[in-house]
């Protein structure tokens, strides 16, 4: 079986045919042989470690804001390539190459949330302001990007 199929055959077990997280723990460790156990981190120290990462990266998004809410900071996705880290939004936007990979990453972001709402109809001319921003972003960050979604 595949992660895909474990997870829907959890899911169509669910009386309500609702897929938990909780329940797909439990089930990947008491099958040790599943594709599902073999992708979830079982040392409790290392996976405790990620955990306070993404509490700390949360928390981040969370609190280091200005007074209208807006971030401060920004994770770009060169960064992440090399062990992550966060930028001053205020320098990102002084310096021309990296406003250009902030762009390639927002877009990049909208293509993932179109994907997933792209069943939306409400929100189709949402996607066509997306196509046009992405038909006017500079050449470069066009190339960087992955291939457009059409809703």
Do not use: C, F
């Not at 797909?24 to 040392?43: C, G, K, R, V």
């Not at 949402?126 to 066009?142: C, G, M, N, S, T």
């Amino acid at each position: 079986m595949s992660i895909r199929s474990e997870l829907l055959s959890l899911q169509h077990s669910d009386p309500q045919n609702v897929l938990h997280a909780e329940d797909a723990i439990s089930w990947a460790a008491e099958n040790p042989n599943s594709d599902l156990h073999a992708a979830l981190e079982w040392n409790d120290q290392k996976a405790a470690h990620e955990h306070r990462l993404s509490q700390v990266r949360h928390l981040i998004q969370l609190h280091v804001v200005n007074d209208d809410s807006t971030p401060m900071l920004v994770s770009l996705s060169i960064d992440r390539r090399r062990g992550g880290g966060y930028r001053s939004l205020d320098e990102v936007g002084r310096v021309p190459e990296l406003r250009e990979v902030l762009l390639a990453d927002a877009l990049a972001e909208l293509e993932r949330v179109q994907t997933k709402y792209a069943r939306v109809t409400e929100l189709m001319r949402v996607w066509e302001e997306a196509e046009r921003a992405r038909a006017i972003a500079p050449e470069p960050v066009r190339r960087r990007g992955r291939p457009r979604v059409s809703a």
